[in-house]
Structure formats: C-alpha cells, structure tokens
C-alpha cells in the first residue's frame, strides 16, 4: 500500500492508500508514479503538516492494522513552516520543535 502527501506552505494528499504490488496493482503503480513525476516545489517546506496527513492516512482502517507502515518523507530542505510557525521563507526553533513532534506522533502509529 502506499499514499503520497506533498507538503509546500501546506500539504495536500496527492494520492489516497493503493495497492501497488503487482499483477492487479499495475494500474496503481502507474498511477503512482504519475503522481510522482507531477511533484514540483514550490513555497516553503512544511514537512509538520506533511508529517500530519501522514498521520491520519496511517489511522485510516485501511492500513491501521498493518504489520510495517514506514513514512518516507523527501524534502528539498530544511523546515521553514509550521501549522503554527513561520512564513515559509526561513527555518526557526519553534518550527523544528513542532515538526519534531509531529515526527514522534507518527512513530506513536508504530511507523519508522
């Protein structure tokens, strides 16, 4: 199963849980590859928020109970927002320490 989340000055689901391991997961691969390829950055980085829809796609039923959920999070930089904290345009201590939160209640799911 695999969900995409991109997080700008905000995140957004990109795509919702898919199968993507073979035979009748090949449209879903496609379809997650697309979503990948269509990425860009642009804005801030609020990997907090990102960090916070991984949160609820990994408390869905559809994977609440899977054996392994590992959160795979690919930045082009540093934290410069927060849901609470900065403009996007430069990283502070409040930012991290919220991000870092964020981070511990996504393992509390028993992600990696």
Do not use: C
Request: no cysteine; hydrophobic share 35%; charged share 20%.
């Amino acid at each position: 199963m695999l969900a995409i989340v991109s997080f700008q000055s905000s995140a957004k689901t990109r795509l919702d849980w898919v199968n993507v391991a073979g035979g009748a997961g090949k449209k879903s691969y496609d379809q997650a590859r697309n979503t990948i390829y269509s990425l860009s950055a642009d804005g801030g980085t609020n990997l907090d928020d990102g960090l916070s829809h991984a949160l609820t796609l990994l408390n869905k039923d559809t994977v609440k109970n899977a054996a392994s959920k590992n959160v795979i999070a690919l930045t082009d930089g540093a934290p410069t927002k927060s849901q609470h904290y900065g403009n996007g345009t430069s990283g502070s201590a409040d930012i991290n320490r919220e991000t870092a939160t964020q981070a511990a209640n996504v393992r509390g799911t028993g992600a990696t």
